[in-house]
């Protein structure tokens, strides 16, 4: 049993010393040529504006597992679509099923206005952040 | 088996997993229900949540015909053992569906998706009593956590419901990965992930005894934050205050219940082999009931040591759920149908008077605006009814006659003697337990019927009728079970037969 496992760590050392030796043998023989534009981060041919550990939007987070699900619903569909033909009547009803939920989700994220997006123009700051205030009050003191 | 056969396994599945099916239907039905009825109609989706555990209920009564089976692939066991859980989840349930249709906390919020997730919460719960996988294990747990976690958060603009909701994930995050760690252990063991092939496995070949009880303990931080057990107990108290009432009420009965659906089958099927007379014998190499009975003790007393020193009804609650769960494990740590027999049958009383507690504990909350227990004094004056029923549930914690409790405790104190000598230290420590927690549930007694109220409160308050029916609706048992509990013990005794082999 314990044996197995040694495979594993013998394959995890030797992983180890492969990277470590070509990142050494490189090192031995590269050229080093350091310019500005070479040693910038590369976006795409755009030049790098500042940090790249800024705030996002926290909208982002909503429309990334919306995202999510929708890939584990394809993941689900392409073995399904391969052997279609062979299950049936039964696989092609259940996995309507499995759309129709995940469809029903789609729609209740929709109505209920989590894909739209802020447009912070629209509402006038001062005016958002004093309903804000008074929210908290009233909040307050119900608890 | 070639993948025709498991695909036939599935299908023939489908009709003993009804209820689930049913429950599954419902939640689909709730989100359609939700989009389409406009935001302060939003309360009728609780009549949807209510008829839909009813028509579980139902199924889950027809399925006493069917006797014990495994399904989808041995991944789920339908067994009278798992029937009496559902039973018990739908109860409470619907009981904490009607406790929040009267919540003046959650009054004027949109409660569509509230329901949602409580059906959620109960599908997860019903796939939690009858896992017998540990891939299933694992995920119905998961699935349980998250809805808890949303459910928890409820009411996101106050601060406490937030804190909670986020000590809730913190803490199942760390305990899921531990329980995960304890799996991969315990496949790393026995090469199977099958609780009934583990339970072979173990019995047929020594294992190595420490490894074996390292997973114990980390499988055990799972199921004990689900118990709310020591030391898994830490985030229970923050939870409960923070969590609406109404769900703070179920957290303390459907999950923990569940916990002890998955500990019972999970410990007696893969860690013991079944001897003569209804009692069983522990794998060689690990003595997990005695672990099990140390923690049993700590729960209990640090639960019951911790309530004496608070002033809010719903932290002290929580504290003396916390002691429950100890209670309780001290049926499961005999090793014997008895034993088990005990603990099902306190875990529906404890159903009983818990939810009843925290519903008097909502109807004041409603009436003062406050859970401290300097608001209770003089209640028998202001509110009769809710005092006189708070002083039933009182009396059932703590295990005096002629309530419920009472029959729940003697059950559990008649099954660890006959256990044996090597359980008699635990009986005296829960006997020290009932007596400190006697004096805990006294304090509010005394506040509620024997210290003058402020002067400046109104006199009296009227309690809903909503409350009254309510009220009677969780007394009326709570007593009666004391008196009557024959039903109800032929039941759990029915139950106790759980599926051992395949």
Partial sequence: MLFNFATALVFLIFGGLFVLLNLGISRILQARNPHPVKISTYECGELPEGESWIQFNIRFYVVALVFLIFEVEIIFLFPWALVFKDLGLFAFVEMMIFVFILLVGLAYVWAKGDLDWDKPQSVPAPELSQSYEQKEVTETVDS | ?502
């Fill in chain 2, 1 to 502: 088996m070639n993948p025709s056969e498991i695909i036939q396994n599935n299908i023939n599945s489908l009709s003993y997993f009804l209820p689930e099916l049913i429950l599954t239907g419902m939640i689909v039905v709730l989100i359609i229900a939700d989009l389409l009825l406009k935001k302060e109609n939003s309360a009728w989706t609780s009549l949807l949540a209510l008829g839909g555990l009813v028509i579980a209920f139902v199924a889950v009564l027809n399925q006493y015909d069917l006797g014990s089976r495994s399904i989808f692939n041995d991944m789920l066991a339908v067994d009278p053992f798992a029937l009496y859980f559902k039973l018990l989840f739908l109860t409470s349930a619907a009981f904490v569906v009607l406790l929040s249709i009267g919540s003046v906390e959650l009054a004027g919020r949109p409660v569509g998706e509230y329901f949602t997730l409580m059906t959620a919460l109960t599908l997860g719960l019903f796939l939690m009593a009858s896992a017998t996988n540990l891939i299933t294990i694992f995920i119905s747990i998961e699935f349980v956590s998250v809805t808890s976690f949303i459910l928890a958060t409820y009411l996101k603009t106050r601060r406490r419901s937030s804190e909670a909701g986020l000590k809730y994930t913190i803490y199942g995050a760390f305990s899921s990965g531990l329980m995960l760690y304890g799996i991969s252990i315990l496949y790393g063991l026995t090469g199977t992930l099958d609780i009934y092939e583990i339970g072979t496995k173990l019995a047929a070949s020594s294992a190595n005894s420490l490894a074996l009880l390292i997973s114990i303990i980390l499988m055990l931080a799972g199921f004990g934050y689900k118990l709310a057990a020591v030391p898994f107990h830490f985030w229970a108290p923050d939870v409960y205050e923070g969590a609406p009432t109404p769900i703070t009420a179920f957290f303390s009965v459907g999950p923990k219940a569940a916990g002890f659906a998955l500990l019972i089958r999970f410990f007696n099927v893969a860690f013991a082999t079944e001897a003569t007379n209804g009692e069983w014998a522990a794998i060689a190499g690990v003595n997990w009931s005695q672990l099990l009975a140390v923690v049993a003790a700590a729960t209990m007393t640090l639960g019951n040591l911790v309530a004496i020193v608070q002033k809010n009804v719903k932290r002290l609650l929580a504290y003396s759920s916390i002691a429950h769960a100890g209670y309780a494990l001290m049926g499961v740590v005999l090793l014997s149908d008895q034993g088990v027999y005990a603990t099902l049958f306190y875990l529906v009383v404890y159903y009983l008077m818990n939810i009843g507690a925290f519903l008097v504990v909502i109807v004041v909350q409603d009436l003062v605006g406050s859970e401290s227990i300097d608001d209770y004094k003089g209640l028998i004056w202001r509110a009769p009814l809710p005092a006189i029923a708070m002083g039933v549930f009182l009396f059932s914690l703590t295990g005096l006659p002629p309530t419920a409790g009472f029959i729940g405790k003697f059950y559990l104190f008649a099954a660890l003697i006959k256990g044996g000598p090597g359980f008699y230290w635990l009986a005296v420590v829960a006997i020290i337990n009932s007596v400190i927690s006697l004096y805990y549930y006294a304090r509010i007694l005394k506040a509620m019927y024997f210290d003058q109220q402020d002067e400046k409160e109104p006199a009296s308050l009227a309690v809903s009728p909503y409350y009254v029916v309510l009220l009677i609706a969780l007394v009326v048992p709570t007593i009666f079970l004391g008196v009557y509990w024959a039903p109800l013990a032929d039941l759990a005794n029915y139950s106790v037969e759980f599926l051992r082999a395949l």
